[in-house]
C-alpha cells in the first residue's frame, strides 16, 4: 500500500478557477510531518510548507492554503484564482520515524500535473 | 549562488559506461539524499547519508553505490548504466539539528541522464 496517495493524476484548469489537490497518507506514527513540494516545468523542487502531526491548524499564504484533516489522514492543498504559472507537478510527501524510531525518512506521493490554461 | 549543487545538469551516455553524479551543498547540513524521479512515480530514495561514516541504503539501491567525500560532498555512480536508470536524479539536504521543528529537506536541480 501507498504510504502517501495523490489519487489526481493530472486537472487541467482554466485561469482563474479554484483547484484543489488531494492527499491522503498512511502511517502508524503519532509524530510526523507533511509536506508539499511545487515542480514547474524547468524541474527544480520547490518547498511550498510542512506541517506537523501536532499541528491541524489550516494555513493560508497568498493564493494557496492547506487542509489538514487527521480524521481522515488528509492534507490537501487548494489554489485560489489559479494562474498560468501555477502550471507544475505538485507532490505530498510524508516524513515519519524509521524503524529504528531516530531517524526521518521522507516519502513522495506520485504527484498531481496541474496544468492552468489561459 | 544554489545552496546544494549537482553537477553534470544534463549527461546522455551509453549502456555499461560508469557513471558519477555528483553533489555539494553550502548549507553545512549533515545529512544527505540522492532521490531518483521517473515519469509518474514521484521520488524514490537510493541512499542516504547522515554523516561522512553512515552511508544508508534507501527503496531503490540496486545498481547504484555513494560515497560520502566529506560533510559537504555526496556522489552517486552507477557502475554500469543500464537504459532503466534513465531518469532525473535529485541530491537533498537537511539538518538533524532542527528536525523537532522540521527542517525540510533542500533540493538540488537535479541531474538529467539518459542512458543509451
Known amino acids: 500500500a501507498q504510504k502517501v496517495t495523490q489519487a489526481q493524476t493530472e486537472i487541467s484548469v482554466v485561469e482563474k478557477e479554484d483547484v484543489t489537490l488531494d492527499c491522503v497518507y498512511e502511517?502508524?506514527?503519532?509524530?510526523?510531518?507533511l509536506f508539499w513540494y511545487k515542480q514547474p516545468p524547468s524541474g527544480e523542487l520547490v518547498f511550498l510548507i510542512r506541517?506537523?502531526?501536532?499541528?491541524?491548524q489550516n494555513e493560508i499564504s497568498g493564493r494557496y492554503s492547506w487542509n489538514f484533516q487527521k480524521s481522515t489522514s488528509s492534507f490537501n492543498f487548494t489554489i485560489t484564482a489559479s494562474q498560468v504559472v501555477d502550471s507544475a507537478v505538485y507532490f505530498c510527501?510524508?516524513?515519519?520515524?524509521?524503524?529504528?524510531?531516530?531517524?526521518?525518512?521522507?516519502?513522495f506521493g506520485k504527484g498531481t500535473l496541474l496544468t492552468v490554461n489561459p | 549562488d544554489a545552496d546544494v549543487t549537482q553537477t553534470p545538469r544534463n549527461r546522455i551516455t551509453k549502456t555499461g559506461k560508469r557513471i558519477m553524479l555528483e553533489c555539494s551543498q553550502t548549507?553545512?547540513?549533515?545529512?544527505m539524499y540522492w532521490y531518483r524521479q521517473d515519469p509518474g512515480l514521484g521520488l524514490q530514495l537510493i541512499y542516504y547519508?547522515?554523516?561522512?561514516?553512515?552511508?544508508n541504503k534507501g527503496e531503490i539501491s540496486d545498481g547504484y553505490s555513494v560515497s560520502r567525500q566529506a560533510q559537504a560532498k555526496f556522489s552517486l555512480s552507477l557502475e554500469s548504466a543500464i537504459p532503466n536508470q534513465t531518469a532525473l536524479y535529485f541530491c537533498?539536504?537537511?539538518?538533524?539539528?532542527?528536525?523537532?521543528?522540521?527542517?525540510?529537506?533542500?533540493f538540488g536541480d537535479g541531474t538529467r541522464l539518459s542512458i543509451l
Open positions: 537533498a539536504t537537511s539538518d538533524p539539528r532542527h528536525f523537532y521543528s522540521n527542517q525540510p529537506q533542500h
Open positions: 502511517t502508524r506514527d503519532t509524530t510526523y510531518y
Open positions: 506541517r506537523n502531526s501536532f499541528d491541524e
Open positions: 510527501a510524508l516524513s515519519e520515524p524509521d524503524s529504528g524510531g531516530s531517524n526521518y525518512k521522507l516519502t
Open positions: 548549507k553545512g547540513h549533515d545529512r
Open positions: 547519508s547522515f554523516d561522512v561514516k553512515d552511508i
